[in-house]
Every structure is written in structure tokens, then in C-alpha cells.
């Protein structure tokens, strides 16, 4: 149990390094620009409401209870 203790901190350390790594190549995060940083993420957020949107048009129920909330 203590040597699996002491490598837990290690591994977490390499897990956040590796999905730090795969987020830079593909052009996800940029830990260096914030400029372009606030961009990808207005990008997403924007990809989001609109798949989110585009969804619930396509639910009755959700579209439905839309109408009701607004």
C-alpha cells in the first residue's frame, strides 16, 4: 500500500503531462498565448451551444419544455 502511495503522486504527474502534450499537437490549448487560448475556447464554447441547440430542436420533449421555460 505505501509503495503504491508514494507512485500515485509520479503517475498523476506523467497522466497530466501526456494529456498536456496531446491537447498542445492538436492545437487545443496554449498554455503560452493566452490570445489565442481565449480563442479556441470561444470557438468550443460557441460549437457547443450550437450542437446543443441544434439537439434540442430535434427532442420534442426538450424543445417543448423550452417553449414553457422562456
Known amino acids: ?6 507512485e500515485y503522486p ?3 504527474v ?3 503531462g501526456a494529456i498536456n502534450d496531446y ?3 492538436k492545437g487545443y490549448y496554449h498554455p503560452e498565448d493566452i490570445s489565442e487560448q481565449s480563442q479556441v475556447n470561444a ?3 460557441n460549437a457547443a451551444i450550437t ?6 430542436m ?3 420533449i426538450l424543445s417543448e ?4 421555460s422562456m
Open 43 to 45: 470557438r468550443a464554447t
Open 58 to 60: 430535434k427532442t420534442p
Open 23 to 25: 491537447l498542445v499537437s
Open 10 to 12: 509520479s503517475a498523476v
Open 65 to 68: 419544455q423550452r417553449r414553457i
Open 51 to 56: 450542437l446543443s441547440q441544434q439537439w434540442s
Open 1 to 6: 500500500m505505501r509503495a503504491a502511495l508514494r
Open 14 to 16: 506523467e497522466t497530466h
